[in-house]
């Protein structure tokens, strides 16, 4: 999921310097949200693999 935040960003970059202002700031959106998301899972699985261990 960080990978394609990260592809999303590269294309608005791309985007805002060949002048597409539409697109860029579409993907840089797009980009943003899946960031987001990518948190947010990632927070999860750090609460849910603590809650999962068991002592031996």
Do not use: H, N
């Amino acid at each position: 999921m960080l990978s394609w935040a990260i592809t999303f960003l590269i294309i608005a970059l791309v985007a805002a310097l060949l002048g597409f202002g539409g697109v860029a700031g579409t993907a840089s959106w797009i980009a943003q949200v899946l960031f987001v998301v990518f948190l947010v899972l990632f927070v999860v699985s750090l609460i849910a693999g603590r809650g999962s261990r068991r002592p031996m």
